[in-house]
Structures are given as structure tokens and as C-alpha cells.
T-cell receptor, first 116, second 113 residues
Framework: ETGVTQSPTHLIKTRGQQVTLRCSSQ?????VSWYQQALGQGPQFIFQ???????GRGNFPPRFSGLQFPNYSSELNVNALELDDSALYLC???????????????FGPGTRLTVL | AQSVTQPDIHITVSEGASLELRCNYS??????LFWYVQSPGQGLQLLLK??????LVQGIKGFEAEFKRSQSSFNLRKPSVHWSDAAEYFC???????????FGDGTTLTVKP
């Protein structure tokens, strides 16, 4: 089975611009979660998509938005970039069964975003 | 609100020595607990997880962790560290949906030859 992939690997943007990051889920997974990992910190949950619908959101402003496609790949969009948005963005896929337990997240290698 | 504290920012051990990484959590219900490892330039890899049952959990690469509800802890252990274990280790807590986990800020492990 193929793993989780993310593109691009690195990205440099300037403040105020918009960015789109992409994630391909592991085969058979219906759920993708996005995390922001600032330097020296642990990943912070941004939001999750389950069967193309947002299924929970962390403490991030609306300029962080996402999409999940029928093939369960996903995008993270960030508008009006700020300097503090510089971070490693990780996506993770899983097979979440509503009300179930035991699902495991599989992480991609991440996209390193630098905002100048 | 759920939270995770990893009290040790950086730990250095000699190769072959034992290792214990500490993790304390706060969670309002039955916690689901995870340990991940992150090597430079790579994503996170799951080492082990605890959902229920036996409080001593075995994982990959010779790691184990013990859930202690009374202490709100989930410490990671390895009896003999290898140089390849040098990495960043993250503890996380969540509910049934692992995709909404809360992570600690990590512990960096350095292994001396």
C-alpha cells in the first residue's frame, strides 16, 4: 500500500499571499487531518475532513480552510499569510469509524512553509 | 480541555543505556494515548498506542510505555538505546478519533557513542 504523500516539500511565500498545500491519503483511508508544527513545538491540530466534510477544527482562524476530494486526497489553503504561519504542515490519514476506536494516523513527510 | 506535558526538552543517554521519556496528560474522559517519533526531515511515525486493557503497551523498535491513571502519566521506556534512536519524541492524547490528537512539545533524544 502507498503511504501518505504531500506536496510541495518546501515553499516560500511573502506576507499577504495565499498558499495551497496538498496531501494524498494512504490507500483505503477516508479521513485526513492537518497539523501545524512550528519550530520547537509539537504538532497543533488545524482541522479534520471525513468523507469530504469538515469534522472538527482546532483553534485556527477561518483563513485556514480545507477540502477533501472523492478520492480522499486533501488540500489546505491559507489566505492572507502572516509571518507566524511559517511552520511545517503535516497531514495524516486514517480510517475513522464514527464512534469507533483504534484508528491509527499515518503522517506524511510535511510541507515546510516559510513566510517572508 | 486536553493537554500534554513533556517535562524534558532534551535528554542525552549513552548507547546501550536505558531510556525513559516522561509524559503527563490532562483529559476529561478515558484517554487514548500515543507516542510518536520524528526524525529530521520526516513525518511522525507511531511507536505505540494505548486505548484500553493492559496498562503496559509494547510498541515497535523495542519501545514500551506504561499508562498510570493515578499519575496521569504515559512514560515511554526502552531498555537499551541504539544510536539510531536519536530523534524527537512526541506524546499525544485524544479520544476515539486519533486524528484530533493534542501533542506535547516533544523531547529531543541524543545518543552518545
Amino acid at each position: 500500500e502507498t503511504g501518505v504523500t504531500q506536496s510541495p516539500t518546501h515553499l516560500i511565500k511573502t506576507r499577504g499571499q495565499q498558499v495551497t498545500l496538498r496531501c494524498s491519503s494512504q490507500s483505503g483511508h477516508n479521513t485526513v487531518s492537518w497539523y501545524q508544527q512550528a519550530l520547537g513545538q509539537g504538532p497543533q491540530f488545524i482541522f479534520q475532513y471525513y468523507r469530504e466534510e469538515e469534522n472538527g477544527r482546532g483553534n485556527f482562524p477561518p483563513r485556514f480552510s480545507g477540502l477533501q476530494f472523492p478520492n480522499y486526497s486533501s488540500e489546505l489553503n491559507v489566505n492572507a499569510l502572516e509571518l507566524d504561519d511559517s511552520a511545517l504542515y503535516l497531514c495524516a490519514s486514517s480510517s475513522y469509524l464514527s464512534g469507533g476506536a483504534g484508528d491509527t494516523q499515518y503522517f506524511g513527510p510535511g510541507t515546510r512553509l516559510t513566510v517572508l | 480541555a486536553q493537554s500534554v506535558t513533556q517535562p524534558d526538552i532534551h535528554i542525552t543517554v549513552s548507547e546501550g543505556a536505558s531510556l525513559e521519556l516522561r509524559c503527563n496528560y490532562s483529559y476529561g474522559a478515558t484517554p487514548y494515548l500515543f507516542w510518536y517519533v520524528q526524525s529530521p526531515g520526516q513525518g511522525l511515525q507511531l511507536l505505540l498506542k494505548y486505548f484500553s486493557g493492559d496498562t503496559l503497551v509494547q510498541g515497535i523498535k523495542g519501545f514500551e510505555a506504561e499508562f498510570k491513571r493515578s499519575q496521569s502519566s504515559f512514560n515511554l521506556r526502552k531498555p537499551s538505546v541504539h544510536w539510531s534512536d536519536a530523534a524527537e519524541y512526541f506524546c499525544a492524547v485524544g479520544g476515539t478519533n486519533a486524528g484530533k490528537s493534542t501533542f506535547g512539545d516533544g523531547t529531543t533524544l541524543t545518543v552518545k557513542p
